[in-house]
C-alpha cells in the first residue's frame, strides 16, 4: 500500500505518534508536539490532524473507556523509505547515480556523517 502525502503540520502529528507509539492518546501527542517541536496546539487542532491520518489510513482510532486511542498502521520505516523512493524519483528522475552523490556532496553532509553513510552502505551490501 501507498501510502499518501502529508502535510507539515500532520507530518509533525505523526512523528509523535510514531515516537509515543502505540496507545498514545491526544494529551500525550500534543503534548510531545508542543514540547518538542515547540507548537502550540490546542486539543482541538491535534484532533483534526488526527482525524486526517485516520482518513489517510496512517492510524486507527479506537475508544478504551473514557479516552480514544491511536494504532499505527503505517510504520515511519515504510513511509520514509517510501518517501525516500519518490525523492529519486521526482528530483532524480531515478537516477541513483545522481542521488548518491548528492547525498555524498560536502554540503549535504559532514564528513563524519559521510563516513558513516558510507559504513552503513557497506554494511548492507555486504
Not at 502529528?13 to 496546539?41: F, P, Q, S
Not at 479516552?67 to 520505516?77: A, C, D, N, P, V
Request: glycine share 6%; with cysteine.
Amino acid at each position: 500500500m501507498k501510502a499518501k502525502a502529508l502535510t507539515e503540520s500532520e507530518k509533525v502529528t505523526m512523528k509523535c505518534v510514531w515516537d509515543l507509539g502505540d496507545g498514545a492518546r491526544l494529551a500525550h501527542i500534543m503534548g510531545l508536539a508542543n514540547e518538542k517541536y515547540k507548537k502550540d496546539w490546542k486539543p482541538q487542532t491535534v484532533s483534526t490532524f488526527l482525524g486526517k491520518l485516520v482518513r489517510k489510513g496512517f492510524l486507527e482510532q479506537y475508544r478504551d473507556g473514557r479516552y480514544f486511542y491511536y494504532r499505527i498502521l503505517i510504520s515511519k520505516h515504510l513511509y520514509r523509505t517510501q518517501m525516500l523512493k519518490d525523492d529519486v524519483e521526482f528530483w532524480d528522475d531515478g537516477d541513483m547515480e545522481i542521488y548518491c552523490s548528492e547525498l555524498l556532496d560536502r554540503k549535504t553532509f559532514t564528513s563524519s556523517e559521510r563516513r558513516i553513510l558510507l559504513e552503513r552502505v557497506t554494511e548492507k551490501v555486504k
